[in-house]
């Protein structure tokens, strides 16, 4: 990182530092009558202070010397000479190097600690991150897998006194684990998708009821015990926009509405179209949020602290990071009187149906 | 423990090289070409628990000797092999072998899928699949000759007559454009299978209009209008997200 820095930018850093200096010198040059060859010297130091705090210890030191030996060839009496007649001006020169010099040290010195300090500091934090992750996902990982392994276990009992009902809810639970760890590495891999920036959306032309219905279907067994209400506005038109990653977002946000909300709540979804954005509105009747939630739910590895079986805290920053590659947002708040109720807002390009079909009608007769 | 793994695996493919194919045997053989043991167990248990008959490989070579020598009745082939790439392996297969092949790949790749889709598999299915709708998969596929040549087609409420060009409800005539009719009629035709964005573009409208996906959309929706019996929850015309439609006549 540091090293790319300087790799990057360092001949430029040069040349601009060297530039400074002289384009001072010069203007200096021209008022050396008025302020005295000594206040030159001063206006150079500053300079090269100002120097030190954006650039690196070389490009610095550079301009640090160069600038003493301008200040002696051009301005210390007699000019064009780096001979020095004064005694007085040697120690000022002298005086002048040292200074410089130690400014320059120093000032890099306290900016490497500080990068230092932030790298620290950056690095624990990432840590952190990966320890949560790590936490989360063991567990997370292990209850299905726990669960698969007792459910085998118990089947696999040559003389069990199982009923076959059990039998058939242990097959079941088998079932449901193998769908929760197919659902938890979508999720780890959509996330890597964002985090290493390989995210690139392909808009297509899609219609929006479908959209709102493969992920209502995907859930189709847990929305079982849920009452679902959809309002989709007359007349949408088709939009331009990924249809994958808006499933996959509406998807972990209806999902995550099964999970907190009490069975036989109402979970309603409406959709409108207005100044070019689709809005989507997905609210409930459950419990809604507290203001800690409010304000981390879209944090990665944020978890309400009424967990619930089955989550990582990753669903939901997915959902934003999706959204926010389609230049759309999100938005949660508490519903009235009591719920959730998530705002998204996605931008798009749109084509009124009507118009095409009977443009496409004239144009595209076909046998 | 590597060694004794691959070793076990030899030993197990050897033994089905070894089954003799008896001429007697009404069963339609199957290929599976995956490199997992669980995977090809899983499968061979599930197909012959249904009648069918199982031959395996574990890599694309052999694969493609298996079909040489067996020529099944269909091919399940996994797109993630060790020794060549799926689609590849699906291009030399196709050079000659003509019965359907479906396709098992992880999830996640549509562009894979549609590429061999478009490069002469005949459906797909991604991992985890339900062995149910691999099942109906395999039956839509072996299907011998679909419903191409039927003039009439039957899917409860709606029939579809192709000789007279018209399409009915309830035994009422939906009124429906040309193009709307050939869609529908492309997609009845091929009941059951999934049919690409690309391929059902170039059918209906023509080789240069395949990236106009628009047209499709804005024609599934209404028909979807005028034949599904809830068009919000299309039971019919099926959408295969990022990949194509299917028309499901149960």
């Known amino acids: 990182m540091k090293l790319q820095y300087f790799k990057q930018s360092l001949l430029k850093q040069f040349i601009i530092s060297n530039l400074s200096v002289i384009f001072v010198a010069l203007i200096c040059y021209i008022s050396v009558d008025f302020i005295g060859y000594r206040s030159v010297a001063l206006l150079l130091l500053a300079t090269v202070s100002i120097l030190a705090i954006f650039f690196s210890l070389y490009p610095v030191l ?43 040290i120093f000032t890099s010195r306290v ?105 209502l279907n995907w859930l189709e067994k847990e929305l079982l015990t849920h009452n679902m209400q959809i309002e989709i506005q007359e007349e ?84 934003k990071g999706f959204l926010e590659a389609h230049g759309g947002t999100i938005k949660v708040e508490n519903n009235i009187p009591h719920g959730a109720k998530f705002s998204i807002k996605i931008p798009t390009e749109t084509l009124k149906m009507d118009d095409y079909l009977s443009f496409s009608n004239a144009n595209f007769k076909v046998s | ?76 082939l996994d797109l993630g092999l060790p020794d060549q790439d799926g689609l590849d392996v699906l291009k030399k297969l196709r050079e000659w072998f003509t019965n359907p092949v479906i396709i098992l790949s992880a999830r996640n790749s549509e562009e894979y899928i549609i590429k061999a889709l478009d490069r002469g598999a005949n459906d797909y299915l991604t991992k985890p699949f339900r062995t149910g709708e691999l099942l109906a998969r395999i039956r839509v596929a072996t299907r011998q000759n679909s419903r191409q040549q039927e003039a009439r087609m039957e899917f409860g409420n709606l029939t579809i007559d192709q000789d007279k060009h018209l399409a009915y409800k309830n035994s009422e005539i939906i009124k429906l454009t040309s193009t709307e009719f050939s869609l529908l009629a492309l997609l009845a035709k091929n009941e059951g299978r999934v049919l ?53 006549g149960i």
Not at chain 2, 201 to 223: M, N, P
Request: charged fraction near 25%; include cysteine; proline fraction near 4%.
């Open chain 1, 111 to 215: 900016r490497q600690f500080e990068k230092l300090e932030r790298q620290k500091e950056e690095r624990h934090n990432t840590i952190k991150l990966y320890k949560t992750l790590f936490d989360s996902l063991s567990h997370e990982l292990r209850t299905p897998i726990a669960t698969i392994v007792g459910a085998t276990d118990n089947l696999m009992q040559k003389e069990s006194n199982i009923s076959n009902v059990d039998k058939l809810e242990l097959i079941g639970q088998i079932s449901t684990s193998a769908f929760r760890l197919n659902r938890l590495i979508d999720n780890l891999l959509n996330m890597q998708r964002l985090e290493s920036g390989m995210l690139k959306i392909k808009p297509d032309w899609c219609e929006i009821s479908e959209l709102i219905n493969s992920p």
């Open chain 2, 1 to 76: 423990m590597q060694i004794s793994k691959s070793a076990k695996n030899k030993q197990i493919k050897k033994s089905r090289y070894i089954k003799p194919v008896t001429p007697m045997d009404a069963r339609q053989t199957i290929l599976i070409i995956d490199d997992e043991i669980q995977i090809r167990r899983l499968l061979e248990i599930t197909l012959t628990a249904n009648d069918y008959k199982t031959i395996e490989a574990d890599n694309g070579k052999d694969g493609c000797t298996l079909a040489a020598s067996f020529n099944p009745a269909l091919i399940i």
């Open chain 1, 62 to 104: 550079m301009a640090a010397t160069m600038s003493a030996l301008i200040w002696d060839y051009f301005f210390i009496p007699p000019h064009f000479t780096f001979y020095v007649s004064k005694s007085e001006d040697i120690l000022l020169l002298m005086m002048y190097f040292v200074i410089a010099l130690i400014n320059g």
């Open chain 1, 236 to 319: 949408f038109p088709i939009v331009k926009l990924d249809a994958g990653l808006i499933e996959q977002a509406l998807f972990n946000v209806l999902h995550n509405e099964t999970l907190y909300t009490p069975p036989d709540s109402t979970i309603s979804v409406q959709v409108n179209y207005k100044n070019n954005c689709i809005n989507i509105v997905i609210s409930d009747n459950g419990k809604g949020f507290t203001d800690e939630d409010l304000t981390m739910l879209f944090t990665k590895f944020y978890r309400s602290g009424t967990k619930v079986a089955g989550g990582t805290g990753l669903g939901l920053s997915i959902v």
């Open chain 2, 196 to 248: 690409t964005h690309t391929y059902i573009l170039k059918e209906i409208w023509g080789h240069g209009y395949t990236e106009q996906t628009q047209y499709l959309r804005v024609f599934i929706a209404q028909l979807r209008k005028k034949i599904e019996d809830d068009p919000s929850k299309p039971t019919l015309l099926i959408t295969e997200s990022g990949i194509g439609y299917r028309f499901s």
